[in-house]
């Protein structure tokens, strides 16, 4: 582990130019784990339409120190089983667990503003690198990383264990937290959730915080950071753009089949306001999920080539289609709501707004809803009851 420090302190000093990273304690900490161990037995290359695996076992060590200390989030699992050491040429497939980029990783510990002694809850554990780089300050025995996946729990158990942390590794569903070691300081979630868990709150201190990525596409998500009060709410931010893999219990289900036979039927067609094109830009994106959270995009063609647009929301069995006619697009509904009134609505006031970034959305969080806001934009508010 030795031959590896020149790369962490390279990539230490990296992160701190790039503004990453700015706590003496996590610097240290950075310089200290060996990121190659967690990369164990291997990762997949982005070759652009396939994956080409890469293991430490046959690399050359310069070489796959290269890789592990890259700046890239490196893909270490495919299709929710497959790891680089099962394959030796290039394959198909979607990433579903890996050990994202370290920016990405030291900026979040950066927001949880950690402090000694803290208890840490992590939902997530993925390769065991961010857990590692908490216990090299917090201690071992005050992190609790909870992972869905047994492989990929005890691989990153195992790796732990090699550097020297005996923490809290948990197969399980990291939505309902890990009660038996609550109540925790901080809750911090490295996978992304349709909405933050009222279990989440419940198991954390008042005045402690929890950081987690909102949202149910693959962009248009954003980074929340709340702190619970007394009462059992929690309340806060979004503090900027964020993407992760979505929590596997929540993992959407891309619609599919037959899309003209989703689409026979529409109530009303007309021209549109605010041109569906808008949610290929992030916050238009998280503001349509705000609007209508069970919504997805769908992209497809005919055979002639013809580029089609579509949201669907399947629950509601509600659809939105688009067609482009020059710069004017008309939109045909159907279903139990008019799907796009509700996005357009949204895009409207948000527009009329001055188009606000994502970081001046808060929310609050109680056991029976959900709220999103802008400050002073009235009709820029979205309550999502549970019941």
Request: proline share 6%; aromatic share 8%; with cysteine.
């Amino acid at each position: 582990m030795n031959d590896s420090a020149p790369e962490r302190h390279r990539l230490a000093e990296l992160l701190a130019q790039n503004g990453a990273l700015t706590s003496l304690w996590l610097r240290a900490a950075v310089e200290a784990v060996p990121r190659e161990v967690f990369l164990d037995p291997g990762v997949f290359l982005d070759e652009g339409g396939s994956w080409r695996p890469v293991t430490a076992v046959g690399t050359h060590p310069a070489e796959w120190l290269e890789i592990a200390y890259s700046y890239d989030t490196l893909t270490t699992q495919l299709n929710g089983h497959l790891t680089a050491d099962r394959v030796s040429d290039p394959v198909e497939g979607i990433p579903t667990s890996s050990s994202t980029t370290p920016a990405t990783v030291v900026g979040m510990i950066e927001s949880l503003d950690l402090e000694t002694g803290h208890r840490v809850l992590e939902i997530g554990t993925g390769t065991g690198y961010s857990s590692a780089l908490m216990c090299h300050y917090l201690g071992e025995d005050n992190v609790t990383t909870v992972e869905v996946d047994p492989e990929v729990a005890g691989r990153a158990d195992a790796a732990l264990e090699t550097v020297g942390f005996s923490t809290w590794t948990v197969t399980g569903d990291g939505l309902l937290g890990y009660p038996r070691n609550a109540p925790y300081d901080r809750v911090i979630s490295t996978c992304a959730v349709r909405r933050i868990p009222h279990t989440w709150v419940r198991q954390t201190k008042p005045g402690g915080v929890i950081l987690s990525t909102v949202g149910s596409w693959p962009y248009g998500t954003g980074l929340a950071r709340v702190t619970v009060d007394d009462n059992g709410t929690a309340e806060g931010r979004i503090i900027g753009r964020s993407s992760f893999m979505q929590a596997r219990a929540q993992a959407v289900v891309p619609v599919a089949g037959d899309l003209s036979a989703r689409t026979a039927y529409a109530d009303s067609e007309r021209e549109t306001k605010a041109p569906p094109t808008m949610l290929d830009e992030w916050m238009p994106a998280f503001l349509a999920q705000l609007a209508a959270p069970g919504a997805q995009l769908v992209r497809a063609a005919r055979s002639d080539g013809t580029k089609l647009l579509y949201v669907f929301d399947p629950e509601r069995e509600s659809f939105a289609q688009f067609i482009a006619d020059g710069d004017a697009w008309t939109v045909r509904q159907g279903g139990a709501v008019a799907l796009w009134d509700e996005i357009e609505e949204a895009l409207v006031a948000w527009q009329h707004a001055g188009s606000p970034d994502i970081d001046t959305v808060r929310l609050r969080i109680t056991a029976g809803s959900h709220t999103y806001w802008i400050d002073g934009n009235p009709s820029l508010r979205w309550e999502h009851r549970l019941a």
